[in-house]
Every structure is written in C-alpha cells, then in structure tokens.
DNA sequence: AGGAATGTGTACTTTTTTGTCAAGTTTAGC
DNA sequence: GCTAAACTTGACAAAAAAGTACACATTCCT
C-alpha cells in the first residue's frame, strides 16, 4: 500500500502540464524539468494518453496538453488511471477462498469479509481525493496541510449526507 | 496504491489468531485454513513477530498467539507494520528533486509539494483505519460497509477536533 | 523536397516483490 | 533418550514492476 514510481512521476508529469497555463508542453521539457529520461516520459505520458488524461500534437511544434481545465481533475480519478485500485474485483474470491470455500462458494462467507473491507475503502479514498484538484496543488502549495484537511473532512459530509452531518468553524 | 500481497494474507493470518480465542495456532493450521503454504505463512508470522504483533511458542505444542486483545489493534498500523508507508520519507527530496533544485535545495521549494500531500494523506489514512480493529471484522462481518463509514466519519472528528464538529444522527 | 524536432510503440534489461526450498533449533510425549 | 511436531532462518527461483533502447511516424520550417 504505497504509492508507485508511476503514480508519483505521472502526477508530477501532469502538474507540469497544468502549471503551463496554455499551450503544449514538450517530452524534453517535462524531462528535464522533472530530471527524468525522456524515453520514460514519453512511457508515462503514453498512459495519461491512453486513459483521455491528456492530449498530445505531433510534428515539430508538437508537445502535450490537458484535455480538460486543471481545476476540474481530481486526484483520485488521477491517480487511479496511473496506478491500480486497491485491490482486484475480479478473480478474488477464487483466490483468496482458502479451505473454508472449496468450491469458490463465497457469497456472505467469512473468509470474504475482507473484500467488503477493500471495496469501503477504495470507494472512500477515490472519492476523498477527488475532493482535491491538481489546481489546488499548484494554487495553495505552502498551506497543503491545512487545504488537505478541510477537504478530507469535507469529503464525508458529501459521501454520506444523510448519516452525517458535518460544520466547518 | 495498491494492497500488497503480505499486507492481504498477513491480516487473514492475524484474523485467523484472533478468532482462536485462547491457545495458540499453528502454521499449518493457519497455511490450511487460508489455503497458503506453509513456508509463506512462516514468513508472514516472522514479520509478525518481528514487528511484536504475535508471539510464538516452539516446540511440539507451539505456535502463535496475538500479544494484545483483537480490540486493541487497529487496522492502520497493522497493516503499516505488514507494509510500507504511501511513500518513503528519507531520501524522498534527493531523488525527485528535478532540474530546478541541483543542489539538494527542497524546503519550501516547489517541487516538493507533493511531500505535503503524501505526508498528510498517509497520517490521515493511518488514523482512519486505526478506528477499526481485528475485533471490528470479526463481529460486525454482515455489516462491515456501515460500521465503516461510521468509524471513518468518526475519524475526522477525533482527529481535528477544533476544526469540524460531527453529528451522527 | 529535406532536415530537424517532435510524438509512438515494441522489445529488452534491471530491480523489486513474491513465494519456495532446505537445513537447523526447540519442545512435548513416549 | 528418541522421535515427531512445531518454529527459525537464510538462500534461492519466479513473477511483476520500473526503466531503457531503438526503430519509426508526423509535422514544421526553410
């Protein structure tokens, strides 16, 4: 459970683009600006393409850009596009039966209480980070922690609105 | 960001301590029960017991116990002791300084933003998870998603508590 | 046209993480 | 004491992730 080489250096990729307010941001830019190769750049920023992160130009004056405005880019859709969810939906329960569930019974069995544990916890953090924009990252870089908290904690008001009720002072 | 393969199976093997309520569990009793290896479980429990989670028993009616009560141990630093952190604090600066900062500079330097947010969201996660122990997943198995969001709201509240106030109706 | 600067995509090497193997140590029971 | 059942440890093999290399395609500029 930690962040990967290619969650961090995606996201730093992606804040060099936001942070150029127009126009089109070169592989050898971001390279140099992050001290990484560009061949491996051009491996992340493949991804961020692949996903409709962001948009690249061929050609000589060629580069790439957002696709959308960096305020309305959450960090948990972001991250997630880089990374991988916290766990896999798929083939779960096959795997982790153990000799409790022989026949890849599973349904409200025991040895599955852990996947309602990942799921909870996926859909919150996701949602929890989204609260964040990359325009909050690059607008309020000294005073993060304080940004940070005001939004966790407004994150569960607007997840479970009728269970909680939260006021900010 | 992604649940590690130790992280999942060291928590079912815990799980599997702290249902036996009293009296130790072997390994093979505990390889059977989640359908792993033997040897894989030893190495689990080894860094179990290093970490000071469980205590272990040789000899011939040996094997592991929890050396605190399931109510006692919280998600959060469970799973940090099978894991690693979100990211790595030492050495974090050096390796992605960047182009704009040659010389080591990183405090309060733009690039380092980032630092903030990893170091947040970890302490943030951390306590979260830490509002539900190995108790809470044996009992509550049925309605783990409720009682999650509860504790999780809840989390918010216990730990800024001069800057929000909760209400669950 | 042609060359230089740019992005694209595949295959490869290196490193880290997973999981296994095997030899050794401890202890209860006979 | 001896054996069987248990834990301990370090070295090893397999799989996944990280990062590199290189050949190729596209576009601007002259």
Not at 78 to 95: A, N
């Amino acid at each position: 459970m930690k962040i990967t080489a290619q969650e961090e250096y995606g996201l730093r990729c992606v804040l060099r683009l936001a942070k150029a307010e127009s126009g089109a941001v070169t592989l050898p830019e971001v390279a140099a600006a992050e001290g990484l190769s560009v061949p491996y750049v051009a491996k992340l920023m493949s991804v961020l393409r692949n996903a409709g992160m962001v948009d690249s130009v061929r050609g000589r004056a060629g580069g790439y850009h957002l696709t959308r405005p960096a305020e309305e880019i959450g960090l948990g859709s972001l991250l997630l596009t880089l990374g991988e969810p916290l766990f896999e939906e798929t083939e779960y329960c096959q795997k982790h039966a153990g000799s409790e569930a022989p026949n890849g019974v599973c349904k409200n069995h025991s040895t599955c209480t852990l996947k309602s544990l990942w799921q909870t916890l996926e859909h919150w953090l996701r949602h929890t980070l989204d609260q964040i924009t990359l325009a909050d990252l690059i607008q309020h870089e000294g005073r993060l922690p304080e940004l940070l908290r005001e939004r966790l904690a407004a994150a569960v008001l607007d997840d479970e609105p009728q269970l909680v009720t939260l006021t900010v002072k």
